[in-house]
């Protein structure tokens, strides 16, 4: 899945290489340098996963994580120099859904990145509303107003990875990536044409939709905004 991440890693260099393999992974990704910032980027982009540097300067990373689990269930990945077990112990009793301590490689840290996301996204498979428009990824449903609308698995696929992420903006490469094993022959055209039969089931008004947008020069985007009631 692409995912929101805030990146709390106040290293330059190891931040970018970090940001790099994220965002090679088509992930979007926030970096803060101290753990002030971090809770703030928190606050305001309300992400997928936290990477957590224990070593912050100013709040650390153990501060930041019992700041985050008063009030949040939001995934956290630590980052850690420390190596005792007490130290481990401490970052998981606070909260933290797993760590990885330095020096580490980064495809570890990926695999790390990859299992959490699959666990969160498998913990909240229920029904997902945008507006009018309901996906339903356990029973393989899509509604729009109560009323059952067919899909394709194609079809199903884009809406369910758009859902997820309502208003944010997937480019055709994106959404090609998450329909690899749906769809064997699907090139990025292919897209352009689901989207097109998806609004014919689920606008009012194919010609001028409401809930499956363009965003031009980019790629599409699924919104509640200018759904009606």
Known sequence: MCAHIVL???????????????????????????????LAEIRTAEPDLLILDVMLPGMNGLTVCRTIRASSDLPILMLTARSTEDDLL??????????????YSPRELMARVRTLLRRT????????????LTVDKERHEVAVSGNPVETTPGEFRILEI????????????????????????????????????????????????AKLLTVYGVGYKLTAKSDAP
């Open 90 to 103: 401490q970052g998981l009793d606070l909260g933290a859904d797993d760590y990885v301590t330095k020096p």
């Open 8 to 38: 709390a890693e106040d290293d330059p260099k190891q931040a970018e290489l970090v940001r790099r393999y994220l965002e090679h992974e088509q992930h979007t990704v926030l970096v803060a340098p101290t753990g002030e910032a971090a």
């Open 162 to 209: 758009m859902a997820a992420r309502p208003d944010q903006v997937f480019t055709r490469a994106q959404l090609l990536e998450h329909l690899h094993g749906f769809d064997r022959y699907i090139t990025q055209r292919a897209i352009d044409v689901h989207v097109m039969n998806l609004r014919k089931k689920i606008e009012a008004n194919p010609r001028k939709p």
């Open 121 to 132: 996204n498998s913990a909240s498979d229920g029904p997902i509303k945008v507006g009018t």
